[in-house]
């Protein structure tokens, strides 16, 4: 009787990363992550009362928006790191002021959930109707910190990296678009609304929002699924 002879398929090896590939992926995961934010939106609805100080009961909406918050400020500064390596190749200029303004940014979402945390003590300690306006000073501070950081900066970001990515080649030309055509209708936008000219909610604001986080959210999906396209900037970049 033959004897019979079992052959073990041969190993797979997989092929490593290349550190290009890798800084492509953590760029994009840290761009997917500033989206975790979009929560406060109804987290924020109760401190926005005027008389919220006054009430009682738990405070983990504004706590957890707080640090959803904190997640995205970190977020925004892990995009500047990861990318700036690679963009400043291009210009490094402009590469620097993408990481200056993206840590601006930043320090404003620190500032403006240091303000809420502070109503929280506040409510929690039971100042009662001495605390009233200070409340409301807060929560103006934190409105006024969120146009200047959360509204004024990102126009400024998508057309610095804009400017970087479409240059370079790095991604689709196609996909910066967004973020040129938003950029100048949000800061416009938001320009009116602190001269008083139309509320906060407007048309420009409306379609801004929507361009840029568009341009935003879809480098970030490019990046963790395709990663960078070749590029003259990168040579030699890629086994480094």
């Not at 707080?66 to 997640?71: K, P």
């Not at 840029?212 to 990046?223: C, H, K, N």
Request: hydrophobic share 50%; glycine share 14%.
């Amino acid at each position: 009787m033959a004897s019979t002879i079992t052959q073990r398929p041969a190993a797979t090896k997989r092929t490593p990363m290349d550190s290009l590939r890798k800084t492509a992926l953590v760029a994009g995961a840290f761009y997917l992550l500033t989206f975790v934010s979009i929560p406060t939106l109804a987290l924020y609805g109760a401190v926005h009362q005027p008389d919220y100080i006054l009430g009682s009961g738990p405070d983990t909406a504004v706590v957890l928006g707080g640090l959803l918050e904190i997640i995205v400020a970190l977020a925004c500064i892990g995009t500047a790191i990861a990318l700036y390596p690679v963009v400043k190749r291009q210009n490094e200029g402009v590469a620097l002021g993408f990481v200056g303004a993206r840590i601006l940014e930043a320090a404003t979402i620190f500032a403006g959930v240091a303000s809420l945390l502070t109503i929280v003590t506040l409510r929690q300690a039971g100042v009662g109707a001495d605390g009233l306006i200070t409340g409301q000073a807060l929560v103006g501070m934190y409105d006024s910190l969120f146009l200047v950081g959360q509204s004024l900066i990102p126009p400024l970001n998508a057309l610095l990296l804009g400017f970087l990515l479409y240059r370079s080649g790095l991604v689709p030309r196609i996909l910066p678009l967004g973020g040129f055509i938003g950029a100048p209708l949000l800061l416009a936008g938001h320009i009116g609304t602190m001269f008083g000219l139309w509320g906060r909610v407007n048309v420009l604001v409306g379609i801004g929002v929507l361009l840029v986080a568009g341009w935003e959210f879809s480098l970030g999906v490019y990046l963790v699924v395709k990663g960078f396209k070749p590029s003259p900037i990168t040579a030699g970049m890629a086994d480094s």
